[in-house]
């Protein structure tokens, strides 16, 4: 099936020039967007006698946009939808509620937004500098401000990933199955999954063996070994999701702490074997914020081995009551916004036509790219703790070569949902299915 249609709204590029008779020590901005949360940035200061706006500054917000979103805004607002930016001065620029109160508001200017335009094609909706100055100041704002397309893959569990559920491809109204999961507690006596665990074994039928210990329904003090391995609809398994440090509770607590994580690997097939592809870690954070935090690292392409080298691409925390998003864009975390590079269309995913030479039997057309090469990549949605959670995978196309692709970032979405049962309260039992270890000794 086709992708479905986003579209991204960006701003950044931002600086302040004062008039020469006025200054301020720190700025920050509020970036806002009708029914959307605000998001905040820093603002830095720029010379009075510097009339360029660099075009090289980082990215400070992104707003995305589904196809179902843009109709609403246009049938509702019409081209009178805008995003705005309010500039204060003092306080603080961190996104905390911490200070932002105390700030005091400099000025603020609206820019209004195409988002039919944007469907089609990128659109600069401002770029520049701008008079925002109460009262007859002159202080200016440099910001720009753009729109463009940004078609990802759109994947749904049908249950949640302890339940072995499958996962469909979701274009509008249509749901197609790709993929099946299956989820069971890997052989903890197995320590090096990049380097042993054949692709045959994860296929083999499992047997095993009633334990003779019975089930005293009494909290474990680790979770460990869990497993989940996404197979495509011929049976092979293309991605796997594996617990490779469990996730125990830090010395006198009930808690998973960040100084001792538990971690996912997540597997890609290669070679006959399986391969490192991610690394998820995630922990509980303190009491007093009620999130799950986790870090994502990436192996190197030539990398193989656990051992090696990796960076981290996603780092961030999901609250435990209300869930959120597991995201991993790096636009937001180093790429310009008007790169120098670019003709003005990067991210525009356009259609080659063409399918990937990988001989996988992908059903994603499209060319490939650069894996991580800038702009979004994939988000996945966390349901908070009570909640039945079936969670959403949008990926990016220009990181969907083949079906293996795809089936990585389900995978981690997986692990990534997983952890959340993973770092709740070890004086809390979970789920049954998440506690058939206690019960049953497995053979492979």
């Known amino acids: 099936m086709d992708p479905c249609h986003f579209v991204r709204i960006l701003v950044g590029n931002l600086a302040l020039k004062f008039p020469s008779t006025e200054s301020s020590s720190s700025c920050y901005c509020k970036i806002k967007l009708k029914n959307f949360p605000h998001q905040v940035a820093t603002i830095p200061q720029q010379d009075i006698e510097t009339n360029s706006c660099s075009s090289q ?37 961190s ?30 909706a401002h770029n520049g500098w701008v008079t925002i100055g109460k009262n007859g100041s002159s202080l200016q704002l440099c910001l720009t401000v753009r729109t463009e397309r940004d078609p990802r893959f759109v994947f749904q569990f049908g ?71 996404i197979h495509n609809l011929t049976g092979s398994p293309v991605a796997m999701a594996s617990m490779v440090t469990p996730f125990v509770p830090s010395p006198g607590s009930d ?56 960076s981290t691409v996603a780092s961030s925390t999901i609250n435990t009551k209300l869930g ?19 003709s003005g269309d990067f991210g525009s995913g356009s259609r080659s036509g063409s399918r990937p030479g990988s001989g996988s039997g992908s059903d994603f057309g499209f060319s490939p790219q650069n894996q991580f090469r800038g702009g979004f990549v994939m988000s996945s949605t966390v349901e908070g ?8 995978v949008e990926v990016g196309v220009h990181h969907v070569t083949c079906t293996e692709d795809a089936a990585a970032f389900v995978a981690l979405a997986a692990a990534m949902d997983l952890s959340m049962d993973a770092c709740r309260s070890f004086n809390q039992k979970l789920r049954k299915e998440l506690r058939q270890q206690q019960t049953q000794n497995f053979v492979v």
């Open 255 to 310: 808690r998973v702490t960040k100084s001792n994580p538990g971690a996912w690997l997540i597997l890609r097939p290669g070679c006959g074997t399986w391969k490192p592809w991610g690394r998820l870690e995630a922990w509980r954070e303190p009491s007093f914020t009620d999130a799950i935090g986790y870090r994502f690292d990436l192996f190197h392409d030539d990398i193989t081995t656990a051992a090696s080298v990796t």
């Open 159 to 229: 249950g949640e990933p302890e339940c072995s559920p499958q996962v469909f491809q979701v274009q509008g109204s249509v749901k197609q199955a790709v993929f099946t999961c299956k989820f069971g507690f890997r052989n903890t006596s197995d320590r090096n999954l990049g380097s042993r665990s054949s692709l045959s074994e994860s296929k083999a039928p499992r047997k095993w063996l009633r334990s003779l210990k019975t089930d005293k329904d009494q909290p474990s003090k680790e979770r460990k070994g869990w497993s989940i391995t």
């Open 324 to 342: 959120g998003k597991f995201t991993m864009d790096m636009t937001s975390l180093s790429t310009p916004l008007i790169s120098p590079q670019s």
């Open 95 to 124: 996104g905390s509620t911490c200070g932002l109160s105390s700030g005091k508001l400099l000025g603020k200017v609206s820019v209004p937004l195409d988002l039919r335009g944007a469907e089609s094609r990128p659109c600069v």
């Open 57 to 93: 500054k980082p990215l400070a917000a992104c707003f995305s946009l589904s196809k179902s979103q843009i109709d609403n805004i246009v049938s509702k607002w019409g081209s009178s939808y805008k995003v705005s930016i309010e500039v204060y001065a003092g306080g603080s620029g």
């Open 385 to 392: 703790t009570g909640k039945c959670s079936k969670p959403e």
